[in-house]
């Protein structure tokens, strides 16, 4: 039911079935169905998200004969859940190797992908569950990841245990992981570029790193700060005075040519300064058919030059474009 609730909140808000498929997992066969009970139920997404899950039940089950006797493998299975819920936690442990050793005592038991949609449906069953919205070159997500690795010394033939460094930007899904000594000061220190924090931010900046080591630098012209394949504006003018920027843009339309971009997408500008490490966008929003972004600089970075990047993104902030360097000002 819990899946049925998320199809319905998806449809309700305007998503395509292709969108529902790859945020749920639940294939368009199967939503297609759902949509066609939905409609014979005679009442709105937003009505049948307002019963309860007893008398949705009863709206979309009002022509399926009763249900016959459960499946003793399911009930085998479902009685073992606690115990592999527990297991999961672990280090480790992963849902193969729980059927694994499910499938080696019960031999006759459920395969595998069927194991684990019953095994999914029981966890989402036990807790609340948040989609997050995240926006580009916002947050860096680190962490320190599951056992240690280990290297040999090759000098003494010694097995050396070694943490591993995770650093992951959420919006794009750009990971970087590199094993440390040890970790204690590999992330937090005040040596710039030497800790595995500072290494990750470079990885993710992509192809922004230039120069041969030990010279390289960031090349403010190559920073991606979103991508995607909405069309940026191909005109641009920047005007500055102290902490106030104006950015009027021009964005191409042959005819009634539209395709990758809308009059009510929106323009981001992001203004960055690396030596003071702070960064602003505009707070005000502004479409692509208004065509001027206002930003208020930090008071910070008000006699400081500093690097802007224009973005685009649609109304629904589903898709953007790949982030344009305006220049520095």
Not at 56 to 63: I, K, Q, T
Not at 278 to 292: K, L, Q, S
Request: aromatic share 10%.
């Amino acid at each position: 039911m819990h899946k049925i609730r998320q199809l319905l909140l998806f449809l309700d808000r305007g998503f395509s079935q292709r969108n529902i498929e790859k945020e749920t997992g639940i294939n368009r066969r199967t939503i297609a169905g759902y949509l066609k009970r939905f409609g014979e139920s005679g009442f709105s997404f937003r009505e049948l998200l307002l019963f309860d899950d007893s008398e949705l039940e009863v709206y979309l089950n009002a022509d399926k004969p009763p249900r016959g006797q459960t499946d003793p493998r399911r009930s085998e299975l479902e009685a073992l859940f606690p115990y592999m819920l527990s297991e999961l936690r672990k280090v480790g442990v992963t849902r193969l190797l729980l059927w694994q050793e499910y499938i080696r005592d019960y031999p006759g038991g459920l395969g595998y992908s069927r194991f684990c949609e019953l095994l999914q449906e029981h966890i989402l069953s036990q807790g609340a569950t948040m989609h997050f919205e995240h926006e580009p070159g916002r947050v860096l997500q680190v962490d320190f990841a599951g056992d240690m690795m280990h290297y040999v010394d090759t000098a003494s033939g010694e097995l050396v245990a070694c943490p591993v460094f995770v650093a992951v930007f959420p919006f794009s899904g750009y990971g970087y992981v590199e094993a440390l000594p040890n970790a204690s000061g590999g992330v937090a220190t005040k040596k710039k570029g030497k800790t595995a924090f500072g290494r990750a931010m470079s990885y993710l900046l992509l192809r922004a790193v230039a120069g041969d080591y030990p010279n390289q630098y960031v090349c403010p012209e190559a920073v991606r700060l979103s991508e995607g394949v909405l069309v940026n504006p191909v005109e641009v003018e920047v005007k500055r005075q102290g902490r106030s920027v104006t950015v009027a843009t021009v964005s191409r339309n042959d005819g009634n040519d539209w395709s990758n971009q809308s009059w009510d997408d929106q323009l981001i500008v992001c203004a960055y300064h690396p030596g003071e490490r702070v960064a602003g966008i505009n707070e005000i929003p502004c479409t692509r058919e208004e065509r001027t972004v206002s930003l208020q600089l930090p008071p910070l970075l008000a006699d400081r030059p500093v690097h802007l990047y224009l973005l685009v993104h649609d109304r629904a902030g589903r898709k953007w474009s790949n982030s344009k360097y305006v220049g520095e000002f």
